[in-house]
Nanobody
């Protein structure tokens, strides 16, 4: 089994920055398949950024150029650096690990972008 723990959420003003981290433990041996999703009230959960099963990095169009993934394979941790934050980035951000047809989720961390 896999356990995922997010950290780093909080309140930030528009234009500010936050860094989220996802620490994984259990039966995970690669960062491939890890990603970040977000869900705003009344909206569907959407993929933000991910490391694909092939080891490629993906960013969704709304965050491309503003968000960056960082990898720490030794600690089995993926961080998401979020810059130039906008109010529409407000959401609960979830860490995800997809492997062997299963999705593992963290509990989420709330990011609020507001003045």
């Amino acid at each position: 089994q896999v356990q995922l723990v997010e950290s780093g959420g909080g309140l930030v003003q528009p234009g500010g920055s936050l860094r989220l981290s996802c620490a994984a433990s259990g039966r995970i041996f690669s960062l491939n398949g890890m990603g970040w999703y977000r869900q705003a009230p009344g909206k569907e959960r959407e993929l933000v950024a991910a490391i694909t099963s092939g080891g490629k990095t993906y960013y969704s169009d709304p965050v491309k150029g503003r968000f960056t993934l960082f990898r720490d394979s030794a600690k089995i941790t993926v961080s998401l650096q979020m810059n130039s934050l906008k109010p529409e980035d407000t959401a609960v951000y979830y860490c995800n690990y997809a492997w062997n047809g299963m999705d593992y989720w963290g509990k989420g961390t709330l990011v609020t972008v507001s003045s």
